[in-house]
């Protein structure tokens, strides 16, 4: 069974920063695409970053330049660094597994398994 579990959002500042982890398990990590996948009130799904098996990186361009995806396939885990944080970065960010390994997307329907997600709030 394929599970995601988010972890390390919370509260932040403007211009602060987070680093957000996902655990992954049920499948064989270092063989699939993944991504970060945030959703804000009232709006719809918004793939924001994505990584390739083969380590290839893609970001939207809405943080572009202010956050970086990573994964530590030892540790079956993976990681978002949001720097430079806006108000419009506040949303439930969720990890989502591939339906394959690379390149890096941020193409939503690529996903196919989404973790129930973390909180992040910017906000002075």
């Known amino acids: 069974e394929v599970q995601l579990v988010e972890s390390g959002g919370g509260l932040v500042q403007p211009g602060g920063s987070l680093r957000l982890s996902c655990a992954a398990s049920g499948f064989t990590f270092s063989r699939y695409g993944m991504s970060w996948v945030r959703q804000a009130p009232g709006k719809g799904l918004e793939c924001v970053s994505g990584i390739g098996s083969d380590g290839t990186t893609k970001h939207a361009d809405s943080v572009k330049g202010r956050f970086t995806i990573s994964r530590d396939n030892v540790k079956n885990t993976l990681y978002l660094q949001m720097n430079s944080l806006k108000p419009e970065d506040t949303a439930v960010y969720s990890c989502?597994?591939?339906?394959?390994?690379?390149?890096?997307?941020?193409?939503?329907?690529?996903?196919?398994?989404w973790g129930q997600g973390t909180q992040v709030t910017v906000s002075s």
């Open positions: 989502a597994k591939g339906r394959w390994g690379a390149p890096a997307s941020v193409t939503l329907n690529e996903y196919d398994y």
